[in-house]
């Protein structure tokens, strides 16, 4: 550790550091001289020599392997930390972990190396874990896998180190269950951490904490499989092989998504580089919060939690409306309560009313603004009438820079943040007008992933007062912007959404739209960017579709520069249920979203586009069916109630051979015979199906027999098929597209 006195190895870190620290990981982890930790220019590490202890005093046994007698060597840094072979270009090893039983479990590592396509499966009953083990230390290798950190790899290291399975059991559970962190179970049960060049994509991957399977499902990957057996079940040889199938299906799913990720994992790497951390399997806010804690040498997490925080304006948001400057009042006058279980801070009741504003009718509270009356709005430009969205450029970071803001951290930390966080930004800026997109997108990552960081309560950077600031100023500077535009009677202001805003104005008006935006910079310091629609059709501000123009359009609006001129690209702009599938987002029979883009875009009629579409991914839906589900192949009524306790009343129970121990109906006569599911297909946590013609069974829940929602005139279809199945109800996909197109309210004769 970096202490004056260097380090007493052996007895003065067996004792303090693994039973008295206060938390046994992070000084376990420094204990092992982790460089990103202890070894770095802000924090060299400083070493001397100690005396060593024999091995019987020693409590803990991963450091009995340092135990002697005498004088510490001079070479125990090369024990810890030996030096590692440079590779220059190391191949990819996707693994994936699988523990299955009760008695007897049995545990199953599947590797995958893409670049060489060699494949390996280690079973800990057939005595694997040594060849495991030594191709972990393999230097040509980084591995990868989907939560392999929380997950895979302490398994890993507690087979490794000769665990039995019933202990990696019960190390499992503890993970699973919550009751142990993957970081304390090294300590728990006595283990050492086997270390190896590993990237874990399930921090990379957008979202908090999307399952694999969901990933398979929103990437269309051809075989959505879940586990054929019940977590504590037993296998025989037979079943084995049906695991270690599974297990292939998985890494082929962790395989396509990591093939997804490359960018963001390249981008990592390069950050990681620069800055000293291993930055390669965290989630943006994470990736900013490790490079700013580093660059602005902030430690440990923020102060206390407040019971409340306040507001103040800053002096750029001035107005004439009497319904802002009320706002304004009310804002500055409040406590804002922070919650006392998650640290966010909590809207108080006057802004849960909507706010009338000219024309409009907008929804405030301690995130972004959302207009409340663009709700089935189809909307054409033409000769006579323009649609311009209007886009605040880095409106959060910008905030925080603009508006003076420094985030409540001790001792001078806030400072450091800003400052830290202005650098960032300036190059940025640098970075995009010199065409540096690698450098751009990498510092991106930086400063919008901060801000998610202010609310929590776990980050260092903890400011609930900052959050608040930043996102009530967003709020009342397009309030303010919203009421200057509409200050002109024919121009609209079509809907607002956090960072920006859609205006609908006559032709001739456009230089004032324009002259209020930059007025707004100039007063603000904030730039502004302009897209010019040819149409919009919204179901709502957060669903919608529009078409751009390559008009001429404001590439930049700012104080500094003026109004840049530059020219507008065609495409499609989709938001919500109507964007296209992706990482983010379940498909949801995509075709139909596609065909309202044919449509609204070249005015041809769903009946006629649907023939350009032959990819069967593109006709299903993916949903989450909580407990598993079933399609039978029929049902039939059976009779089967017995009865359990006859006490000649109503309180007489019944119950029927599969229920679970305890569960019984309480009436006087027998319950009527029930419908019950004949053969058919089960599936686990994760549904995909399309619609087919004719008639079908519903598709149930498991656990309640319901049916799953939206699941109408459904089939299964787990295993996408090469060609669009023949079953196909192609009508229904025809009405659906025109219902949505309804939503948005565009006519289809």
Request: charged letters at 25%.
């Amino acid at each position: 550790f970096d202490q004056p006195g260097g380090i007493d190895l052996i007895r003065n870190v067996t004792t303090p550091v693994i039973e008295g620290a206060a938390h046994v990981y992070e000084s376990y982890e420094c204990a092992l001289l982790h460089d990103e930790w202890v070894n770095t220019s802000r924090q060299p590490l400083v070493v001397t020599t100690g005396t060593l202890a024999s091995a019987d005093t020693i409590k803990d046994a991963r450091l009995k392997r340092f135990a002697g007698e005498g004088e510490g060597k001079a070479d125990w840094w090369e024990t810890i930390q030996p030096k590692k072979k440079v590779v220059e270009k190391k191949n990819h090893a996707i693994f994936d972990c699988e523990l299955i039983g009760m008695r007897n479990p049995v545990f199953l590592t599947s590797v995958h190396v893409l670049e060489t396509d060699e494949r390996v499966s280690f079973w800990h009953h057939a005595g694997d874990m040594p060849r495991m083990e030594e191709m972990l230390k393999r230097e040509d290798l980084t591995w990868v896998s989907f939560n392999g950190i929380h997950f895979d790899q302490p398994l890993m290291s507690a087979a490794i180190a000769g665990k039995p399975t019933t202990t990696l059991k019960q190390i499992a559970n503890d993970i699973i269950n919550g009751d142990g962190k993957a970081w304390e179970v090294y300590d728990r049960y006595n283990f050492e951490k086997v270390e190896f060049d590993h990237i874990d994509l399930i921090e990379v991957s957008p979202g908090v904490r999307i399952s694999l399977k969901t990933f398979a499902g929103r990437m269309g990957y051809p075989t959505m499989v879940d586990l054929p057996f019940h977590h504590d079940h037993d296998l025989n040889e037979e079943e084995l092989v049906v695991l270690e199938s599974y297990c292939q299906n998985d890494l082929g799913v962790t395989e396509w998504l990591f093939q997804r990720l490359r960018s963001e994992i390249n981008l990592r790497t390069e950050m990681s580089v620069e800055h000293g951390i291993d930055l390669r399997s965290k989630s943006d806010a994470q990736v900013a919060e490790a490079i700013l804690k580093k660059v602005a040498n902030i430690k440990g997490r923020a102060g206390d939690r407040p019971a409340f925080v306040e507001y103040k304006a800053p002096s750029f948001i001035e107005t004439d409306s009497t319904e802002i400057n009320d706002i304004i009042y009310q804002v500055e006058k409040a406590a804002f309560t922070i919650n006392a279980g998650n640290g966010m801070v909590e809207a108080p009741e006057f802004l849960k009313e909507p706010v009338q504003l000219g024309t409009g009718t907008y929804q405030m509270g301690v995130g972004g603004l959302h207009s409340t009356h663009d709700r089935n709005l189809h909307v054409v430009a033409d000769e006579e009438m323009c649609i311009s969205d209007i886009d605040a450029a880095s409106y959060y970071p910008n905030i925080m820079l603009k508006a003076g803001l420094t985030p409540r951290l001790d001792g001078g930390a806030g400072e450091r943040f800003i400052k830290a966080y202005e650098d960032i930004y300036q190059r940025r800026i640098e970075a995009k007008r010199s065409g540096n997109k690698k450098v751009a997108g990498a510092l991106k990552i930086s400063l919008n992933g901060t801000f998610g960081k202010l609310g929590s309560q776990y980050s260092s950077f903890y400011s609930p007062d900052l959050m608040l600031a930043v996102t009530m100023t967003g709020q009342l500077n397009l309030m303010c912007l919203i009421y200057d535009l509409e200050f002109h009677p024919d121009i609209k202001v079509l809907s607002a959404n956090t960072d920006g805003i859609a205006v609908h104005y006559p032709a001739k008006l456009r230089d004032r739209v324009l002259n209020v935006v930059l007025e707004n910079a100039k007063r603000t310091g904030f730039e502004y960017e302009e897209t010019r629609y040819a149409k919009i059709a919204m179901k709502d501000v957060n669903n919608y579709l529009a078409v751009t123009t390559d008009a001429e359009t404001a590439a930049l609006i700012s104080g500094e520069e003026g109004v840049v001129m530059g020219k507008g690209k065609l495409d499609v702009k989709r938001k919500g249920l109507y964007a296209e599938t992706g990482l983010m987002k379940n498909p949801t029979m995509e075709v139909c979203s596609n065909m309202a883009v044919d449509f609204l875009r070249d005015g041809i009629h769903p009946s006629e586009s649907i023939a350009n579409y032959t990819n069967p991914a593109d006709f299903v839906a993916i949903r989450a069916v909580k407990g598993g589900g079933v399609q039978y192949d029929s049902f039939e009524e059976v009779d089967d109630w017995e009865l359990a306790l006859d006490l000649g009343t109503k309180d007489n129970e019944w119950r029927r051979p599969c229920w679970e121990a305890g569960k019984v109906v309480k009436r006087k006569s027998r319950p009527a015979p029930v419908e019950v599911g004949i053969g058919g297909q089960k599936f686990g946590r994760i549904a995909r199906w399309y619609m087919k013609s004719g008639s079908t069974m519903t598709i149930n829940y498991v656990g309640s027999g319901n049916k799953v929602p939206k699941s109408e005139g459904a089939k299964l279809c787990m295993t996408l098929p090469d060609t669009l199945p023949e079953d196909l109800d192609y009508a229904w996909y025809i009405n659906e597209t025109i219902s949505m197109l309804g939503d948005m309210g565009v006519k289809v004769d």
